[in-house]
């Protein structure tokens, strides 16, 4: 069954220090997508990106967040300048619109930043 | 308010137990609604989608309720592979961002 991967799976950085986080998404979806998840707390979203461009993005997602689709199958996650509470996990999804209204998203196993 | 509400739970209950969720939403405009599950530390995984005529997939049977803005999810005959953390989910206006609530637990035991 296909799946969406992603690297690495643990990722410990010093504050100030820029990451990329990467992921393949499913080969056939059209949509992709990343969330976080900070310890205890819930999901959030992050942003979304279709077409090579970013389609809706939340508040968390300032000018230190950055989102690339550099060559056919990988999905990136660039965060410039990493501050102590970007520790979470960061998860990528990925989906094809199936009709108008619904978007089953399949999110892959998720990177757990830390950033001390 | 919360775009999505869940009980925290925790929910414990014996094999074979029959369970219910509950779930309510504040956005009157959302078309999508899913369960997905977590396990501790894992990713989301879908569940279900859940339409509005109610759907069963095996044990589990969603159900919505639009003009109550509420979504359940019921879990009959309980296997201890079911416990985890239930996460009730909807759809944004635009349609592409999915509003998570923070999940009901679930504890089956022997």
């Known amino acids: 069954e296909p799946e969406v991967t992603q690297t690495p799976s643990h990722q410990v950085t010093q504050m100030g220090q820029e990451v990329i986080l990467r992921c393949v998404p499913i080969?056939?979806?059209?949509?992709f997508y990343w969330y976080r998840q900070i310890l205890g707390q819930k999901v959030e979203f992050l942003v979304s990106f279709y077409n090579n461009e970013i389609s809706e993005k939340s508040e968390i997602f300032d000018d230190q967040f950055s989102v690339e689709r550099p060559d056919g199958s990988n999905f990136t996650l660039k965060i410039r300048s990493t501050k102590l509470e970007d520790s979470a996990m960061y998860f990528c999804?990925?989906?094809?619109?199936?009709?108008?209204?619904?978007?089953?998203?399949?999110f892959g196993p998720g990177t757990r930043l830390t950033v001390l | 308010r919360k775009e999505v509400e869940q009980d925290p739970g925790p929910f414990n209950v014996p094999e074979g137990a029959t369970v219910a969720f509950n779930c309510t939403y504040s956005n009157s405009a959302s078309q999508s609604f899913f369960w997905y599950r977590q396990d501790c530390r894992k990713e989301p995984k879908l569940l279900m989608s859940v339409y509005s005529s109610g759907n069963e997939d095996g044990r589990f049977t969603a159900q919505l309720n639009r003009a109550s803005q509420y979504i359940s999810l019921l879990i009959r005959d309980s296997k201890l592979s079911d416990s985890a953390t239930y996460l009730c989910?909807?759809?944004?206006?635009?349609?592409?961002?999915?509003?998570f609530g923070k999940g009901t637990s679930l504890l089956v035991t022997p």
């Open positions: 999804a990925s989906s094809v619109p199936a009709g108008a209204s619904y978007n089953e998203q399949f």
């Open positions: 080969s056939n979806h059209l949509y």
């Open positions: 989910v909807v759809n944004s206006n635009s349609g592409y961002a999915l509003n």
